[in-house]
């Protein structure tokens, strides 16, 4: 069982920055696939980014290459998004999800066997 609480979330302006957290309990995190994905207003939930377990494979929605960063510290059982030159339209609820497959490449949530409760992104024009 792992549970996942996201942070970081919050109101920028459009070119700003957001890091975004997310912290997960039990000891066998290191052994899980970790994703991000978002959901905006009235849409479906998207995959964002993905890192193996061992930071060895990254993976990125085309939307949002070279200007997010999936990164993560097995010591402290956490995942973190770094974005940077945000948007409006990267406005969303943003979630983090495990996958008990470590090395894996899913994108599609049915794939995701844990999931955080989401935190708000608001980017302002």
């Known amino acids: 069982q792992v549970q996942l609480v996201e942070s970081g979330g919050g109101l920028v302006q459009a070119g700003g920055s957001l890091r975004l957290s997310c912290a997960a309990s039990?000891?066998?995190?290191?052994?899980?696939?970790m994703a991000w994905f978002r959901q905006g207003p009235g849409k479906e939930r998207e995959f964002v980014a993905r890192?193996?377990?061992?930071?060895?494979?990254?993976t990125y929605a085309d939307s949002v290459k070279g200007r997010f960063t999936i990164s993560r510290d097995n010591a402290k059982n956490t995942v973190f998004l770094q974005m940077n030159s945000l948007k409006p339209e990267d406005t969303a609820v943003y979630y983090c999800?495990?996958?008990?497959?470590?090395?894996?490449?899913?994108?599609?949530?049915?794939?995701?066997?844990?999931w955080g409760q989401g935190t708000q992104v608001t980017v302002s024009s």
């Open positions: 890192i193996n377990s061992n930071s060895g494979s990254r």
């Open positions: 999800a495990a996958d008990a497959n470590p090395y894996g490449t899913a994108t599609a949530p049915p794939y995701y066997n844990y």
């Open positions: 039990g000891r066998t995190f290191s052994s899980y696939g």
